[in-house]
């Protein structure tokens, strides 16, 4: 197939950037014909508040570059992943302008919340699920903190909800998790356009020995992450098992702080992704504290790629993606005192953790290995053009 690619990348690259480049080299690895549009948010800088919001809502310059691509290329899909905020959905229009199919991975809730995480002040929030308006996004300051940035993304949503953006210039959206899709239905997106994939890893980095004798965190240190809980949990740890937490964030400067004071703790800072698997495969288990939602932790799958356990909190996705005493273990979201209760659990019991190594990675071996998620994207590529007629493409 001939497929372009459209991504927004972040300024800190992230989980969602890897499964782009995991995808486009599954495709190609198997013969398709993929062309990479990407824009990048480093550019952001040198634009005006005014500028960005029009970008976010409408822009131009994507649609013309868009456009120019897909005249030259012709494919028959453009899938796009992020499109926030400088290639905005003014692209889908581009692409049906040109005859291909589109489609949508949602890595987020960003059709749904001005954050896109569901999230506010250390809890899940679903304020402006399913609202034509979400205004209480603007009043909370929900995206950075700031209510003129958060009223252009509440504007931008507000605006292609009322053009029907959502519901008629997209063929097919990719959920990664049922639970990802039934949010997504809730917050107004229509059903029988929403397939679900979940991700992958590839190359497959192949399982590790697990005799590392650590816990690993790998992700963005911020709140929703559950960090704080992380911390605290390994306060009441004391040296029973390291902790090694691998990434960057806004709560960088607390995780200094507690590995000063907690020779347990210790920060490895940003690492390139083969490291990241090393370190992930010796793990005796990987913790995965989060309190948002968590469209799909990709993390977890390179962990069970690993053979490595995951202990996570029981919200959302994650509880949909670990199998509790079987390829991990769940504890209450925000709760040290449980997450810690766990950790001593699934390290007091050698066999018991030997199996869920074995189990982990068999199910890696079931669900998500490169084969198994090409063979759905093949079946989600070919829905999407079989789709009935447009009659904007009539021509």
Known sequence: MKVVVAHNFYKQPGGEDQCVAAEVAMLRARGHDVTEYYLRNDSIDAMSGLQLASRMMWSRPAVRELRQILRARRPQIVHFHNTFPLISPAAYYAARAENARVVQTLHNFRLCCPNALLFRDGSVCEDCLGKAIPWRGVAHKCYRDDYVASAAVAAMLTMHRALGTWRNAVDTYIALTKFGRRKLIEGGLPAGKIAVKPNFAFPDPGPGSGNGGYAIYVGRLSAEKGVKTLLKAWRYLGNVLPLKLI????????????????????????????????????????????????????????????????????????????????????????????????????????????????????????????????TILMTIYDGAMRAGSRPELQN
């Open 247 to 374: 990434g960057d964030g806004p709560m960088a400067a607390a995780v200094t702080e507690a590995a000063a004071e907690n020779a347990s703790i210790q920060w490895l800072g940003s690492m390139p992704l083969e490291a990241v698997y090393d370190l992930l495969g010796e793990a005796a288990v990987l913790v995965l504290p989060s309190q948002c939602y968590e469209a799909f932790a990709r993390v977890i799958i390179e962990a069970f790629a690993k053979g490595t356990p995951v202990i996570a909190s029981k919200l959302g996705a994650m509880a949909e993606i670990v199998d509790d005493g079987h390829t991990g273990m769940f504890f209450e979201p925000g709760d040290p005192p449980d997450l810690a209760a766990k950790v001593r659990s699934i390290i007091a019991d050698p066999l018991k953790l030997k199996c869920m190594r074995q189990a982990a990675r068999r199910t890696f071996d079931r669900n998500f290995t490169a084969d198994a998620n090409h």
